[in-house]
């Protein structure tokens, strides 16, 4: 008989942020959450197997691959789930690596870029882009698809973030490669794109339907609702915040009150209005 | 008394160039004086490459006993070292006119240096697409576009029959050639009681695909395994997502799949339209959502699938491969006055 596949939860969580990913555990404990949560962080986190952080290439996010590949890979685990530490648990998750389908990865699909653009086209359309110019890594929705179709993607471009993403233990390897590959295609052509682009790249050329992958097909498993992604009146990303998901994406901006240093780390999300 | 050429490649029965210098030595070897040139002893002893080229008379000669001062054609057919190891040159200090057909989409090492120095007379593609990718290369050479041909008798028509449904596909076991996701590409088509052939596999192709998880769905089979005819005649569909790195020249095993009476499903942005026509013997298909309406529609419609297999077959035998008229073509290409 086969054995159901394993996973756990992990992260990497030092200063402020360790607080919210001691607030992220406790929520999961309470909500019955009994899977293991493995933090890479500077302090002990109630609830969690807590390792010292190390000192990693920070910038662009490169953190998040070099610790998976490094660190979390040796875990014995046949699935990884990062959490941002600004996450909090309604409920247990049911069913968690069903989001996955056949593909070794799951990053939630947040915005349909090909889509917008088509319906920016029409004076009928639901969806406006606002302000083309500028938006993604000093690019424009057509040049950000435009690079992701120049390395590969051929189904619709989509816009993703890494609040939370699953991965395969076998495919750990591929999925690093693949995103370095994708910012070393950007760093070709002057461009500097962050290891969230890189697993959103990763994301799209290893699944073959990105609509099992969209947020709005996995409502019941994960939002986000992040005060920063969609401006007032403006675009929510695939009608997100539904409200019944079991893991909530709340946002650090929201809960520190717009703190400078950690929306940094977000000035790359796209801006969309009506 | 017949003309001498020499063609430098190997026939084989495994890539598209192989298998085309064995159809194009079928077709050939009674209009000239034929010879294969081989780059090793090895190519000499293999005992297939002699059992076919003894059957036709063709001598098998290694590339460094070319005759000096002969007046004949030399033909080049995509030989990696052909320019490095020098032989396009002494080629053409024995006399003879260099007609050359690189048959992919990328630059051979030397190639451009043997442009230059003025050792090719002719060049050959097979198709738009490729000769578009030379055009800088080989300006003012004298240029023909001669597309694939292959021996419709060697794909014979076969009336479907699975007790599985299946889809496969069949090439070199290159990589490149695949797609990144490919696995998960064919799975998630949506296609319940399925079979999934692969020819041909590898280690390489293992570890490209170590991360999935091969189910009993799945038949994995090393090259030659299975004679290509017959592979293709178990096939349902002809489904072949291609890696976003790999342009098709001209997609040969796409037609040979045809001839088989299998419905091939491509992707845009190769030379695969002037192989079918789109929606009247396959598909032509640029998202995932293309192959999976493709794939779905004719799944579901066995009389659809039957037609339009039938009509593949027809089109590829009697339209696409025209034998007097093809051996013209290459009579003419290899003509000079």
């Known amino acids: 008989m086969n054995t159901p596949p394993t996973y756990c939860y992990w992260s990497v969580a030092t200063g402020p942020y360790a607080e919210f990913m001691a607030r992220c555990v406790a929520s999961a404990r309470a909500a019955g959450v009994f899977k293991e949560f493995h933090i890479l962080t500077d302090r002990s986190i109630e609830g969690a197997e807590s390792y010292e952080a190390f000192e990693v290439e920070m910038t662009d996010q490169l953190y998040k691959l070099i610790y998976l590949k490094a660190a979390i890979s040796k875990l014995n685990f046949d699935y990884y789930v990062w959490l941002d530490a600004d996450t909090i648990f309604r409920r247990s998750p049911r069913n968690l690596l069903a989001c996955l389908s056949r593909s070794p990865i799951h990053v939630p699909l947040e915005v349909n870029l090909t889509a917008a653009i088509t319906a920016a086209k029409s004076p009928h359309g639901p969806v406006r882009v606002d302000q083309p110019q500028e938006i993604l890594y000093g690019l424009s929705i057509r040049q950000y698809m435009e690079l992701f179709t120049s390395a590969g993607v051929n189904n619709p471009v989509y816009w993703s973030r890494s609040a939370f993403w699953i991965v395969r233990r076998t495919a750990i390897e591929r999925v690093c490669e693949l995103a370095l590959r994708f910012r070393a295609t950007a760093k070709g052509r002057c461009i500097t794109v962050d290891a969230t682009a890189g697993l959103s790249y990763a994301m799209q050329m290893l699944c073959a339907d990105p609509c099992i992958h969209e947020a709005t097909a996995n409502t019941d498993l994960w939002e986000s609702v992040d005060a920063r992604v969609g401006k007032p009146g403006g675009f929510h990303p695939c009608g997100m915040a539904t409200g019944c998901s079991a893991i909530v994406h709340e946002g650090s901006g929201k809960q520190r009150g717009g703190n400078e240093k950690l929306n940094e780390e977000n000035q790359h999300e796209p801006i969309f209005a009506n | ?337």
């Open chain 2, 1 to 337: 008394m017949l003309n001498d050429l020499f063609i430098f490649g190997v026939p084989g029965k495994l890539g598209g160039a192989a298998t085309k210098i064995r159809d194009l030595m079928r077709m050939l070897f009674k209009d000239y004086d034929l010879s294969c040139m081989v780059a090793s002893v090895g190519f000499q002893k293999d005992a297939e490459v002699k059992r076919f080229l003894d059957g036709l008379g063709i001598p098998c000669r290694l590339r460094n006993e070319l005759p000096s001062a002969s007046d004949g054609i030399a033909l080049g057919i995509c030989e990696l070292d052909f320019f490095t190891s020098g032989t396009a040159r002494r080629i053409k200090e024995s006399g003879l006119k260099l007609v050359w057909s690189n048959e992919m989409m990328w630059e051979f090492k030397g190639e451009a240096e043997a442009v230059k120095d003025g050792l090719i007379d002719r060049v050959l593609f097979l198709s738009e697409i490729q000769q578009q990718a030379f055009a800088k290369l080989y300006e003012g050479v004298d240029q023909v576009i001669i597309r694939n041909h292959i021996t419709p008798e060697d794909f014979p028509f076969v009336e479907r029959s699975n007790p599985t449904f299946t889809i496969g596909r069949l090439s070199r076991p290159d990589p490149v050639k695949f797609p990144t996701n490919f696995p998960v590409f064919y799975e998630e088509l949506g296609l319940d009681d399925v079979k999934f052939r692969v020819q041909a596999w590898n280690k390489e192709m293992e570890k490209k695909f170590s991360w999935h998880r091969f189910d009993a769905r799945w038949e994995l089979l090393p090259p030659n395994k299975i004679p290509a005819a017959k592979f293709l005649q178990s096939l349902d569909l002809f489904v072949y997502p291609l890696g976003h790195e790999f342009v098709e020249s001209w997609g040969r095993v796409v037609a040979e799949a045809m001839l088989t009476g299998c419905v091939p499903i491509v992707p845009a942005g190769h030379q695969f339209h002037n192989v079918f026509r789109h929606g009247e013997h396959g598909f032509i298909c640029k998202t995932f959502s293309d192959y999976q309406d493709a794939v779905l529609e004719l799944h579901d419609h066995a009389s659809l699938r039957r037609e339009m297999g039938r009509k593949a077959a027809d089109y590829a035998r009697h339209d696409l491969f025209d034998h007097a008229k093809h051996k013209q073509m290459w009579i003419d290409a290899l003509t000079f006055n």
